[in-house]
């Protein structure tokens, strides 16, 4: 069970303890009702405590963060996973392209979330499943996964801050019009299409740095870094460019030799460790069936 602590010093005495929790230790409204709500959830000096009491200098506080049950609707089925990286918050796996991140229609247990649930019942860890940089089914590389709904909070800020930073190299067809530059067009779903999306200026603001790496065999290596969100943007922004992802099949053209993916890798990752503020930074190398695609 992840517990947080916080040793009482001058600058903290003499305050109540809901103002230590979201002020000092970032706890969000939600973390603290969950907290409160375990008969062990928030301590000073190890007894129970109600969060309007007031702290004394050397006292120490400690509250619960970490989950208190596992996922009730994604089972745990062993399969493969390649972690980059582990602590008792995070995880980063290297995710296989063709590998759904979510069980769907037709992928019940093979699925990102089942091999990770698994790996957390062969710890002994109660856990749910917390993604935080999604990728596509059809997508390879560097993703987050929170253990606990504090840490996914905390990672999902530094999304939206730019403080986790993400790099991402796509084959495309074809080569950009420059060989850097912004693509700063908002993006929507596309009416009528569950999957879909399209550029249109009433969609939600986009925008995607691209450098170009290199050409070959009539298609460009790209890097990409994105400054939004947005579900399938680097897919629509390279095909609204004119040159779309090698494999994408539904903006571009699908490829015999991307059997269950496209040409798109998420290649470096960047961010905060959730709880102590410790960099961590992380490469992937361009899968070798992607960089065959630059030697056809």
């Not at 990752?269 to 709880?275: A, M």
């Amino acid at each position: 069970m992840r517990t947080l602590t916080l040793t009482i010093t001058p600058a903290h005495a003499g305050k109540d303890i809901n103002t230590l929790l979201r002020r000092e230790l970032h706890l969000s409204a939600a973390d603290v009702r969950r907290a409160k709500a375990l008969p062990q959830g928030i301590l000073l000096d190890g007894t129970p405590v109600f969060t309007t009491a007031r702290v004394q200098l050397e006292q120490t506080l400690s509250v619960v963060v970490g989950d208190q049950e596992g996922s009730d609707t994604i089972e745990p089925v062993p399969g493969p996973l390649d972690i980059r990286y582990e602590d008792e918050d995070l995880l980063i796996v290297d995710k296989a392209g063709g590998v759904p991140v979510h069980p769907s229609q037709g992928h019940h247990g093979d699925t990102l979330a089942n091999f990770i649930l698994h790996h957390y019942q062969t710890q002994g860890l109660t856990a749910g499943f917390h993604p935080v940089n999604r990728l596509d089914r059809g997508t390879s590389g560097l993703m987050a996964v929170a253990k606990h709904a504090y840490a996914h909070q905390r990672l999902q800020t530094q999304l939206q801050t730019g403080e986790l930073r993400r790099r991402y190299l796509a084959i495309c067809q074809g080569t950009p019009p420059q060989e850097e530059g912004w693509v700063d067009q908002p993006i929507r779903r596309l009416p009528g299409s569950v999957l879909m999306r399209q550029v249109h200026p009433q969609g939600a603001p986009a925008r995607t740095h691209y450098r170009l790496l290199r050409r070959g065999g009539g298609r460009s290596l790209v890097e990409l870094v994105l400054d939004t969100g947005r579900t399938h943007q680097i897919r629509v922004h390279m095909a609204f460019l004119g040159c779309p992802l090698a494999g994408d099949f539904l903006y571009g053209e699908e490829l015999p030799e991307l059997p269950e993916r496209f040409a798109l890798h998420s290649a470096a990752l960047r961010l905060l460790q959730p709880v102590n503020g410790e960099e961590i930074t992380l490469t992937s190398p361009l899968p070798p069936a992607l960089e065959a695609l630059l030697n056809g």
